[in-house]
């Protein structure tokens, strides 16, 4: 692959993961939520393989296919089973509004890029110019965690952060070792299992999974 | 600069004036069709056009210039921006005045004299109209800028010729997230700025909702005429501008006459497809309730963001 | 060692052998092995053994079910890690690190230390657990089910700790510390009441993000490392790390250690993800907050230890002082202010290990020898004397069915031992003496004062901070404690209502430690003005009567199963106040590792 359509196929990857992101921001219904975040999955997977072909270590295409069946198969699976079970659809009301949320989306890309500039600097190349994209998604991840108040947005925002981080790690140095990549797939489905299971928990016992419902302990 | 470049020009302006009555008809006639309607026929427009034309002027009691100047100054810009974009060809006489800049303040210049108009009609409906036309202006007009900025950075010009010939040479350009992302947030505005949906209905005339037709509620006669004009041709100029700046394909970019006619009829056939394709699209959409559009443009404003991030941080080659 | 007070390996180890003799024969063959030979081997069969006997213990517990046989097996793996940290703390000091699976594996004095507090944590909750089991399964909390559960997630738990100690790849700590987090998840919510499902999501959603910003940070260092020219194979391998820090761009770096601290941080209890905190410890059963509290907090904290080498390395030790001390006076701050008008006795625990994490941190920040000697000093008696005191929460919480500080009132007429040994360790835990933690509370705030320009304000501010926390904390100690003992109402009313078997042997199941402590619980039928409404007591007699059939197989046993494990913690942490001699060459090589001059 000429470094040319590499570049560009990076480009590409890492806008499609970008805007998955913040799509996430902008939607309300959880269902849209799942499918971003398996598309986000896709355009991970993407960028793990993009950059195993281009510096020919082909043991990270094994990697890519394990992400895109872990992040576009398997967590989209498990959420879609919460859904169903919870029988829920909508974030109604977040913490932030909407178009709040977008312009903080903004500033936090803004930041992203501001923070990530002694990360590009060191050694400059196509992929490590895109990490800021990696750093926005962890930042708009987080920014989901902490002002979503269903408990399956929660979730996505946690794995919006997930993703955000092993984007960094490709982009920065192609991927950590291969034992470590693994228990951190490995925690990270279990993450969300528990959460699975916590899920349906709270809606058992509070009858919804709004967040905001958890109100028992406090000081 | 040669008589190609001139004549560009000047077809520009015929095509964009007689055409965008024939688009708007194009549009309502897809959508009857997908509506199970017979519909009018694509004519039509032109048909009301020259009826309100023949009716006499008329202006209400207690009007001043501002509602008797406004329908000449909206197609007058309109009929400016369309001599500047490069619709058809980008080597023309008045290419070093077509920055996007420009273009973009004399769009924003007529709906500002449209809003002027309808307040100063001083009913209540000309007044609602203005205000809330006006928050939709100032949310898109930062977008737009935006996105300017966006598309001008890998072309190192605000320049729209220079932009547009930069597509034509280099289409990777065009799928680059960038790109990509400034080309959703301007489809979005343009929306917008031509008032269809789902940020406004453009064939409705509920109190609750309307926006560019409470402004004009009061005109008649020619006056009407013009403004439904300046209406058509700036959504005609908008989506040619779109094309323009991201399927560039097809226009002159050199002063060889031949390649004239062929881009102006690709330019035809373009804004034509992407008109029917809005029109279709539109039969799918509902109108976003009002105070649901700040998110819509908050959104637009973000991707046009992330647009001029992304050429920054993702700035290929 | 400057200050007076020392340590024991020896009373420590002596006092907790009897618990531990069941497995002491694995250990043992470790000790005779290793000492002799430096055959990879033994080292690697040292590395192994918590590990694997703790996954053994899970997966005996997943096929066996939680029964009264299988309940005190439960010990054979803290036994196994306190072996092999007592191998380990005798052999490291002098022979150097021991490695294993070529490299991935390692054991310096530091994982030594760590590994000996958790072995005896370890202990003490398991020896606590078949006692509060019974009481849970007699109070319908929980039902076999439940029970084998908490078995398997206990020793998994452990499981993960010891990995997190003894590997020298800091991308597989992170792995492991994360996967304490899933693991305690459930055991967090066992109880499936609101409180606790509130609590296990709170905890695993601010945990698994603090942590995974961690994670972040290690692939920064990582990146770091991989620009510096380090191979891919050891460019998260500590060792390598430390040795070539130097050659790390400090930018990077910078950013890295920066989120570590905050990843790591949220598991430690540390500001600003801290939240979690009060609500997972306060609604886990209490041998596994003994264990969340007093080892967990501590793993956390060493990979701060860890990174902290690097970064002041690679940065100047400026830079992680000054993050660590602000984190360390925040916290004290914050756990201080909810300390002063805390109304529930679990929550106040959970403060307090909040107070110590951040006296752990503000000794990390000083950095001398001196305060990392003491800062470790503090983590073996804070985890001792917080599981004593969460462990005997867990016996209040059975005795009086409340957390509420204001319902419990006379504790010690009640319960003399239970409420003696409540009262104990929260005393060591405020820092008196013979307790450890008063030399080395003492330890860190000379430190601080005598240590690096700028940290004396902090110190100062601290000590302010843990004077309000000692003051609330004494006061709502004593309201539990003193006073007269409302309790007995219920149960002596309970016990009138219904005059057939099974209350009877529900009431001295009740009573039982307190017949054990040898006073007469003359149950006089005090008036109504009491701390507990009647109907709160009339509940606690009519719960067990039920199902009090199973419960009641416990009463013999009931009392050596509440307070030898009380005991056995109490006197080990004022040992370790005593005298620290046996310990005192593994304590300086671990502050060496971490400690500057």
């Known amino acids: 692959m000429s470094t040319g359509t590499y570049t560009q196929l990076l480009d590409l990857a890492c806008g499609v993961f970008l805007l998955a992101a913040v799509l996430v921001l902008w939607r309300r219904e959880l269902t849209a939520f799942v499918r971003l975040f398996a598309v986000q999955g896709v355009a991970l997977a993407a960028i793990a393989a993009l950059s195993g072909i281009h510096e020919h270590r082909f043991e990270l295409l094994a990697v890519a296919v394990g992400i895109l069946v872990l992040r576009a198969g398997v967590l989209p699976y498990l959420m879609r089973r919460v859904l169903a079970t919870s029988g829920e659809t909508r974030e109604t009301e977040p913490l932030v509004n909407v178009a709040a949320s977008l312009l903080t989306a903004a500033a936090l890309t803004l930041l992203a890029y501001a923070a990530a500039r002694p990360l590009v600097e060191l050694a400059p190349s196509p992929a490590t110019r895109a990490l800021p994209v990696g750093l926005a998604v962890v930042l708009i991840g987080f920014f989901t965690l902490v002002t979503r108040r269903r408990a399956l947005a929660q979730a996505v925002g946690f794995l919006l952060l997930d993703n955000g981080i092993t984007a960094v790690a490709f982009l920065a140095t192609s991927g950590v070792p291969p034992i470590v990549e693994l228990g951190v797939s490995f925690d990270v489905l279990l993450a969300v299992l528990v959460l699975q299971i916590l899920t349906t928990r709270i809606h058992a016992t509070f009858g919804g999974t709004d967040i905001d419902d958890l109100r028992e302990l406090h000081d | 600069m040669s008589a190609v470049g001139t004549v560009a020009v000047l077809a520009q302006i015929v095509v ?256 034509a497809l992407l008109g029917a394709g809005l029109a279709a699209a539109e039969v799918f959409w509902a109108k976003m309730r009002l105070f649901k559009v700040p998110e819509l443009l908050t959104g637009s404003f973000l991707l046009a963001l992330l647009a001029v991030g992304a050429s920054f941080f993702l700035p290929g080659n | 060692m400057t200050f007076a007070a020392a340590t024991s390996a020896a009373a420590t180890s002596a006092a907790l052998a009897p618990a531990a003799a069941t497995s002491a024969s694995a250990a043992s063959a470790f000790a005779a092995a290793a000492p002799a030979g430096t055959t990879s081997v033994a080292a690697t069969l040292l590395l192994t053994a918590p590990v694997a006997a703790a996954l053994a213990t899970a997966a005996g517990y997943a096929v066996l079910g939680w029964r009264p046989a299988t309940a005190w097996a439960g010990l054979v793996s803290p036994a196994t890690i306190l072996g092999c940290a007592v191998v380990l703390a005798v052999r490291v000091p002098g022979h150097g690190p021991v490695t294993g699976y070529g490299g991935l594996a390692r054991a310096d004095a530091l994982s030594a230390w760590i590994l000996l507090v958790i072995g005896a944590v370890a202990v003490l909750a398991c020896a606590a657990s078949p006692a509060y089991l019974a009481a849970e399964n007699a109070a319908g909390h929980t039902d076999a089910r439940g029970a084998r559960r908490y078995g398997i997630l206990v020793h998994a738990f452990l499981a993960a700790m010891a990995v997190a100690v003894l590997v020298a790849n800091l991308g597989v700590l992170w792995v492991a510390i994360e996967a304490t987090t899933i693991v305690t998840a459930f055991l967090v919510g066992h109880r499936r009441t609101r409180a606790s499902v509130e609590a296990a999501w709170k905890y695993v959603v601010i945990c698994s993000a603090g942590i995974a910003l961690a994670f972040l940070g290690t692939i920064l260092i990582y990146y770091a490392a991989r620009q510096a020219g380090i191979s891919e194979a050891s460019a998260l391998d500590w060792p390598v790390l430390v040795a070539r820090a130097h050659e790390l761009d400090p930018d990077v770096t910078r950013m890295g250690i ?40 501590a793993v956390s904290f060493t990979a701060i230890l860890r990174y902290k080498v690097i970064a002041d390395v690679a940065l100047g030790p400026g830079f992680a002082r000054t993050l660590l001390a602000g984190a360390a006076v925040l916290t004290l701050a914050l756990a201080a202010a909810l300390l002063l008008g805390q109304r529930d006795y679990k929550r106040m625990l959970a403060y307090s290990s909040m107070e110590h994490m951040s006296l752990i941190a503000l000794g990390a920040a000083t950095g001398t020898r001196l305060a990392i000697s003491a800062v470790l000093l503090h983590i073996a008696g804070h985890g001792l004397a917080k599981s004593v005191a969460f462990c005997s929460s867990g016996h209040i919480l059975h005795l009086r069915h409340t957390t509420r500080i204001g319902r419990v009132r006379g504790l010690l007429s009640q319960a003399p031992v239970l409420a003696a040994a409540f009262g104990l360790a929260v005393l060591a835990l405020l820092g008196f003496p013979p307790f450890s933690l008063f030399a080395s509370e003492l330890a860190i705030a000379r430190a601080g004062f005598t240590g690096p320009a700028g940290l004396g304000w902090a110190t100062a501010a601290a000590l302010v901070l843990v004077l309000a926390a000692f003051a609330a904390m004494t006061a709502r100690t004593a309201h539990m404690l003193l006073g007269p003992a409302p309790g007995q109402n219920g149960g002596a009313a309970a016990t009138l209502v219904q005059k057939d078997t099974p209350v009877q042997k529900d009431g001295a199941a009740v009573a039982v430690p307190v017949h054990d402590g040898g006073t007469t619980t003359a149950m006089p039928d005090q008036d109504a003005a009491t701390a507990m409404p009647a109907r709160h007591g009339g509940g606690i007699a009519a719960a067990p009567v039920q199902d009090g059939g199973t419960a009641v197989t416990v009463p013999v046993r009931f009392g050596a199963a509440v307070w030898v494990p009380l005991a056995v913690g109490l006197a080990a942490c004022a040992a370790l106040g005593v005298s620290d001699v046996p310990l005192s060459s593994l304590l300086s090589t671990a502050a060496a590792i971490t400690g500057g001059p």
């Not at chain 2, 209540?124 to 930062?142: C, I, K, N, Y």
């Not at chain 2, 779109?242 to 394909?249: G, I, N, Q, R």
């Not at chain 3, 410890?281 to 007093?294: D, E, F, I, K």
């Open chain 3, 258 to 297: 920066a989120l570590v601290i905050l990843g790591f941080g949220a598991k430690a209890g540390l500001v600003p993800l801290h939240a979690w905190l009060p609500d997972a410890h306060s609604q886990a059963p209490a041998p596994v907050s003994a264990l969340m509290s007093g080892v967990l907090l």
């Open chain 2, 16 to 271: 964009v004036v007689a055409g965008a009555p024939l688009l708007t008809g194009l549009m309502r006639q897809v959508r009857a069709r997908m509506e199970g309607r017979a519909g009018a026929g694509v004519g039509q427009p032109w048909r009301d056009l020259r009826k309100l034309l023949r009716k006499q002027p008329i202006t209400p009691v207690g009007t001043g210039p501002a509602f008797r100047l406004a329908p000449l100054l909206l197609v007058a810009t309109t009929l400016v921006v369309a001599a500047l974009v490069p619709l058809a060809s980008t080597a023309t006489p008045v290419r070093d005045s077509a920055d996007l800049l420009v273009v973009v303040t004399l769009l924003a210049l007529g709906t500002v004299i449209l809003a002027l108009a309808g307040l100063d009609t001083g009913t209540a409906f000309g007044g609602m109209g203005a205000s809330r036309e006006m928050t939709v202006v100032a949310l898109v007009e930062p977008t737009i800028l935006l996105s300017v900025v966006a598309l001008s950075i890998p072309a190192g010009s605000t320049n729209l010729p220079t932009i547009v010939a930069h597509g034509v040479h280099d289409p990777a350009r065009l799928a680059s997230p960038a790109s990509l992302l400034a080309g959703v947030a301007l489809a979005v505005v343009t929306l917008a700025e031509t008032g269809r949906l789902p940020v406004d209905n453009p064939s409705t005339h509920l109190e609750l909702t309307m926006i560019h037709e409470a402004m004009i509620l009061e005109y008649a006669g020619p006056d009407l005429a013009l403004i439904e004009l300046g209406a058509q041709m700036r959504l005609t100029v908008l989506l040619g501008l779109l094309t323009s700046l991201f399927v560039p394909w097809g226009i002159a970019t050199g002063t060889a006459a031949a390649a004239l006619p062929l881009a102006l009829a690709l330019f035809a056939g373009k804004v």
